[in-house]
T-cell receptor, first 110, second 118 residues
């Protein structure tokens, strides 16, 4: 079945440094979503990517969907303490449910 | 305010007991989902429902049961057959679309229910 992997599993950065997490699917996706879960909280939707090679920006966050629609990345520029949390990607094949990756836990040291 | 309400937030259960987790939404979403989250792992789909009185098994349905008698409600029962039930359970809902419609297939999650088996 479909598998979704994320790297790294953990990332510790100094406030102001950049951060990137990568998501890879074993199969071609119709679309991919990103969610953020704060410590002790629940996942909150960030963005959905649909088109091959798509790039979307939300303030300091940049999301990319690979040309082959099998991988994606989330890049945060100049991290802040409010960025702390676990970032999940969720990939969807046509006609199937979303499959979540294991997440990347981000710690930001002030 | 529209959203998803899960209860209870924390629940303790003795081995051999069934327990039911409540999930209610007022977003008028057709689809509802139950996920299980374990430390260091992503969310795994237990059951989902796209219409009242119908539901499908997800990837880890064994030891769980659900019902969907009303559009707004999707309770999950963790039965004694579930071998390792201690986990964080998340309910979610979404608009259904096979096409690309803004907001479609976006999961809105409840605050979760943390179940501990003693």
């Amino acid at each position: 079945g479909q598998q979704v992997m994320q790297i790294p599993q953990y990332q510790h950065v100094q406030e102001g440094e950049d951060f990137t997490t990568y998501c890879n699917s074993s199969t071609t996706l119709s679309n991919i979503q990103w969610y953020k879960q704060r410590p002790g909280g629940h996942p909150v939707f960030l963005i959905q990517l649909v088109k091959s090679g798509e790039v979307k920006k939300q303030k300091r966050l940049t999301f990319q969907f690979g040309e082959a629609k099998k991988n994606s990345s989330l890049h945060i520029t100049a991290t802040q303490t409010t960025d702390v949390g676990t970032y999940f990607c969720a990939g969807k094949e046509y006609g199937q449910n979303f499959v979540f990756g294991p997440g990347t836990r981000l710690s930001v040291l002030p | 305010d529209g959203g998803i309400t899960q209860s209870p937030k924390y629940l303790f259960r003795k081995e051999g007991q069934n327990v039911t987790l409540s999930c209610e939404q007022n977003l008028n979403h057709d689809a509802m989902y139950w996920y299980r989250q374990d430390p260091g792992q992503g969310l795994r789909l237990i059951y989902y429902s796209q219409i009242v009185n119908d539901f499908q098994k997800g990837d880890i349905a064994e030891g769980y049961s659900v019902s969907r008698e009303k559009k707004e409600s999707f309770p999950l029962t963790v039965t004694s057959a579930q071998k390792n039930p201690t986990a964080f359970y998340l309910c979610a809902s979404s608009i259904i679309s096979q096409g690309v419609i803004s907001g479609a297939n976006v999961l809105t999650f409840g605050a979760g229910s943390r179940l501990t088996v003693l």
